[in-house]
């Protein structure tokens, strides 16, 4: 099974800067197979990206994806207030599907 | 609009059964697989098993297997989790989320609902 780590845990940051969240896997895992969702306090997730670098539908052009092989990373490139909230990244391979534990995004 | 809404908050004790619902509407919900994502309060999300309502296959997380059961019935557009002896630890937000034909990522995710197991 492949185990996806996301670091930091915890990121603190201003509105308006740039925000780097990064999602490490324990084997090679596809482009194709990497996303990244979001989710609020009391919500469901929301998908962001898929394909490593696709962003879903209707999710703003601040957010976007990037990496290969067994590192990615999503980049917040001006962080509105709306963008605080817990950010996972998903994988699938082998019929398994795994999350990584998440970071949370926290208004400094 | 495309949507999943799931069945309402559930409480039970400990060596009950419960089956929870998931039904699709406004897509062909013979055509996508849905799968079972579990939340633990104040934790990460797990996936738990996906099932493909055209034909019923299924697929579960290896932590799962055995502990639950993914179903559906295509003639009412809904699929289900269930369980035959409730623990405290399945003590949960359980969401059910549509996965899209690319990237096997998912696109469209119920409300969730909540399962409370206590004495």
């Known amino acids: 099974e492949i185990v996806l780590t996301q670091s930091p845990g915890t990121l603190s940051l201003s509105p308006g800067v740039r925000a780097t969240l990064s999602c490490r896997a324990s084997?090679?895992?596809?482009?194709?197979?990497l996303a990244w969702y979001q989710q609020k306090p009391g919500q469901a997730p929301r998908l962001l990206i898929y394909?490593?670098?696709i962003r879903a539908t209707g999710i703003p052009d601040r957010f976007s994806g990037s990496g290969s092989g067994t590192d990615f990373t999503l980049t917040i490139s001006r962080l509105d207030p709306e963008d605080f909230a817990v950010y996972y990244c998903?994988?699938?391979?082998?019929?398994?599907?795994?999350f990584g534990q998440g970071t949370k995004l926290e208004i400094k | 609009e495309v949507q999943l809404v799931q069945s309402g908050a559930e409480v039970k004790k400990p060596g009950e059964s419960l089956k929870i619902s998931c039904k699709g509407s406004?897509?062909?919900?013979?055509?996508?697989?849905i799968g079972w994502v579990r939340q633990m309060p104040g934790k990460g999300l797990e996936w738990m098993g996906i099932?493909?309502?055209?034909?019923?296959?299924?697929r579960y997380s290896p932590s799962f297997q055995g502990q639950v059961t993914i179903s559906a019935d295509k003639s009412i557009s809904t699929a289900y989790l269930q369980w035959s002896s409730l623990k405290a630890s399945d003590t949960a937000m359980y969401y059910c989320?549509?996965?899209?034909?690319?990237?096997?990522?998912?696109?469209?995710w119920g409300q969730g609902t909540m399962v409370t197991v206590s004495s």
């Open positions: 099932i493909y309502p055209g034909d019923s296959e299924s």
């Open positions: 989320a549509r996965q899209i034909d690319y990237g096997a990522s998912f696109d469209i």
């Open positions: 084997q090679r895992v596809s482009s194709s197979y």
């Open positions: 394909g490593a670098s």
């Open positions: 406004g897509y062909r919900f013979t055509s996508y697989w």
């Open positions: 998903q994988q699938y391979g082998s019929s398994l599907y795994t």
